[in-house]
T-cell receptor, first 112, second 113 residues
């Protein structure tokens, strides 16, 4: 039981490049989330998916797109990376309401 | 979801109880209080949650005031490994924001030898 797995763990991009951050969970959870965390800051919600087939914007969605590929996988895409998107990205999943969320170990992204 | 207010930082001596407060004065009747912690840039880890009764598990205790406008997370015997950022979150099971989990800046707890 791996929990929530994020790939890659580290990535360096040049400004304007695109990439997709992958997230998969093996706990049969319904809801999945993407957060970013800048140095010394709390987590800010980018997008979330309450259930398979649905996605919603969070607090800071600009510059990102998401895909809930199936129940297990929720990907985050940067179409044209900018230095302001340098951050640590966390994926999380939640089984149902009023249960605890499980987080991945993060993807550390640097855009130069 | 109700907004929460936490002190930005706290210190605690090793072996003593750490009491982390959270204010959620606009909490609604069906909103739960959740606590998570984040150790040194790892992914956040769930600690405990409750509605109105006090709760205890192997990690911590959660004390919610009778009017539910504030709560306290208690780590009964803090260790150096409890040094982390602690987040208090309030959310409702059927919130209009769907199932969004919104974290604030949390409280940075430093446990000292």
């Amino acid at each position: 039981n791996a929990g929530v797995t994020q790939t890659p763990k580290f990535q360096v991009l040049k400004t304007g490049q695109s990439m997709t951050l992958q997230c998969a969970q093996d706990m049969n959870h319904n809801s999945m989330y993407w957060y970013r965390q800048d140095p010394g800051m709390g987590l800010r919600l980018i997008y979330y998916s309450a259930s398979e087939g649905t996605t919603d914007k969070g607090e800071v969605p600009n510059g990102y797109n998401v895909s809930r590929l199936n129940k297990r996988e929720f990907s985050l895409r940067l179409e044209s990376a900018a230095p302001s998107q340098t951050s640590v990205y966390f994926c999380a999943s939640l089984r149902v309401r009023n249960t605890e969320a499980f987080f991945g170990q993060g993807t550390r992204l640097t855009v130069v | 979801d109700a907004k929460t207010t936490q002190p930005p930082s706290m210190d605690c001596a090793e072996g003593r109880a750490a009491n982390l407060p959270c204010n959620h004065s606009t909490i609604s009747g069906n909103e739960y209080v959740y606590w998570y912690r984040q150790i040194h840039s790892q992914g956040p880890q769930y600690i405990i949650h409750g509605l109105k009764n006090n709760e205890t598990n192997e990690m911590a205790s959660l004390i919610i005031t009778e009017d539910r406008k504030s709560s306290t997370l208690i780590l009964p015997h803090a260790t150096l490994r409890d040094t982390a950022v602690y987040y208090c979150i309030v959310r409702a099971p059927n919130s209009n924001s769907g199932y969004a989990l919104n974290f604030g800046k949390g409280t940075s707890l430093l446990v000292t030898p």
